[in-house]
């Protein structure tokens, strides 16, 4: 990086813009789920994370991530060419575990 006091043009990249600055490069839009599964009679406390991330080519992933509380566990990421798809895939997969019995957290760790 050019540490020098003079910068050589408006598009230098010695300059590193703020996120979100670039008029050309909309912010990604994310939809994320977080559920938890915790049952101490059978020993039993999982998590499971669904996320929508955008891909570089215009489409959309749904990020899966599941496993025990307190452990990394395990990823799965399904890249769908139109956002649509992401978005029933995500229902699909939100209404399946609520029934198995997730529930969702709220940022201050209460059932919702």
């Known amino acids: 990086m050019n540490l020098s006091s003079v910068i050589d043009s408006s598009k230098s990249l010695d300059v590193m ?3 979100g600055d ?3 490069m909309p912010a990604p839009e994310t939809t994320t789920l977080h559920l938890r599964r915790i049952d101490p009679a059978r020993n039993m406390a999982r998590f499971y994370l669904l996320s929508i991330q955008p891909t570089l080519f ?3 992933s749904l990020v899966r991530n599941w496993g025990r ?4 566990g395990k990823a799965m990421i399904e890249t769908f060419d139109e956002d649509v798809g992401a978005d029933q895939a995500f229902s699909r997969v939100e209404r399946r575990k ?5 529930v969702g957290l ?6 919702i």
């Open 58 to 60: 215009g489409g959309a």
């Open 17 to 19: 813009p703020a996120r």
């Open 98 to 102: 609520r029934q198995r019995g997730y």
């Open 22 to 24: 670039d008029p050309d």
């Open 69 to 72: 509380i307190g452990t990394s």
């Open 106 to 111: 709220a940022a201050n760790s209460q059932r």
